[in-house]
């Protein structure tokens, strides 16, 4: 498989505790986002890397969420001290440099209770 | 005033139909426009992707953006059951440094056979 990969694909947790993300990107391409996505919504962009460089972040991450992409091939999203706004579909997604647009993974459905 | 606005429908229609769906921008700078099909619980997926205004067609599908009114438009022939999904407009600023996307709230459409 080629794609985007995103594991896990749905996860249940507890108000308060932490949880992490993986994505794993098409391999050759050096472009690598995440995207909050929530009921009847459009993806809202978070952040982005470039190879292993995180170059923007939104506002909307919070001092809570953290993002890595070691070596620059897959990256994690950490979220800590869930709260219940946090719940959400949590895409990730990547591109090569240049605007042909992105590729998307089935994303992360997280439920925060 | 969201930066790109959606209809979020539904909107249904018979087997056959000709389908149009609508987004409109606020922001001038916007030059790269997208249309990306999500399927329930699935992430987007590329469909159409144009710079500046015009038309451009690939098999059934046809997108079009004029700048002049911010107003782009997705036209989809001869409708299939399968082509029922949520459709998602979105945009780019150009060549800057993120290419992050930024995009609308998604119209559903369903198909009837």
């Known amino acids: 498989d080629t794609g985007v990969s995103q594991n896990p694909r749905h996860k249940i947790t507890k108000r308060g505790q932490n949880v992490t993300f993986r994505c794993d990107p098409i391999?050759?391409?050096?472009?690598l986002y995440w995207y909050r996505q929530t009921l009847g919504q459009g993806p809202e962009f978070l952040t982005y890397?470039?190879?292993?460089?995180?170059?923007?972040k939104s506002r909307l991450l919070s001092d809570r969420f953290s993002a890595e992409r070691p070596k620059g091939s897959f990256s994690t999203l950490e979220i800590q001290r869930t709260e219940q706004g946090d719940s959400a579909m949590y895409l990730c997604?990547?591109?090569?440099?240049?605007?042909?647009?992105?590729?998307f993974g089935s994303g992360t459905r997280l439920a925060v209770v | 005033q969201k930066e790109v606005e959606q209809d979020p429908g539904p909107l249904s229609v018979p087997e056959g139909a000709i389908v149009s769906l609508n987004c409109t921008y606020s922001?001038?700078?916007?030059?790269?426009f997208m249309w990306y099909r999500q399927y329930s619980r699935k992430g987007p997926e590329l469909l159409m992707y144009?710079?500046?205004?015009g038309n451009k067609e690939d098999g059934r599908f046809t997108a079009q953006v004029d700048k002049s009114s911010k107003y782009i438009s997705l036209f989809i022939r001869d409708s299939q059951p399968s082509d029922s999904a949520t459709y998602l407009c979105?945009?780019?600023?150009?060549?800057?440094?993120?290419?992050?996307?930024?995009f609308g709230s998604g119209t559903r459409l369903l198909v009837r056979p």
């Open positions: 890397f470039q190879n292993e460089a995180q170059l923007e």
């Open positions: 979105a945009t780019q600023r150009g060549m800057d440094s993120s290419y992050k996307l930024i």
């Open positions: 391999s050759e391409h050096n472009r």
């Open positions: 144009t710079y500046s205004s």
């Open positions: 997604a990547s591109s090569l440099v240049g605007l042909d647009g992105y590729t």
């Open positions: 922001n001038s700078a916007f030059q790269y």
